[in-house]
């Protein structure tokens, strides 16, 4: 499945879950804040160019080599898939976290 087929599915998704909110809270303004989150959630997993993260921590302040592209621009391969760096991850899960914990404060009131 490439980039464009789980962009694709994660927006799908994310509309059946606003409309999930819309008819279970009649909030409009709790829709508005479920998209939005979501559309933040989205982007920063789908976005960021992993292969420039995937160096290690401390070569991330320096330019990529312009030779360690292999291949069309957007093709989605192995090397271009989500890997597992302790920093990164914790990074993530701690905002991640805390912005379930506020969405969820906002749509329990």
């Known amino acids: 499945m490439g980039r464009e087929d789980v962009l694709r599915t994660c927006l799908v998704s994310l509309g059946a879950a606003v409309l999930a909110v819309g008819f279970f809270t009649f909030s ?9 989150f979501g559309i933040l959630g989205i982007s920063g ?15 991330w302040l320096t330019p990529m080599p312009a030779d360690s592209h ?15 760096h302790p920093l990164r991850v914790t990074m ?9 914990y506020k969405w969820w404060g906002y749509m329990a009131s």
């Open 92 to 100: 993530l899960t701690a905002v991640y976290s805390f912005g379930i």
């Open 28 to 36: 409009v303004k709790k829709m508005i804040a479920t998209y939005i």
């Open 45 to 59: 997993i789908m976005l960021p160019d992993w292969e420039y993260f995937d160096r290690d921590f401390s070569q």
């Open 70 to 84: 292999s291949g069309p621009v957007g093709a989605f391969d192995q090397s271009s898939r989500f890997k597992f």
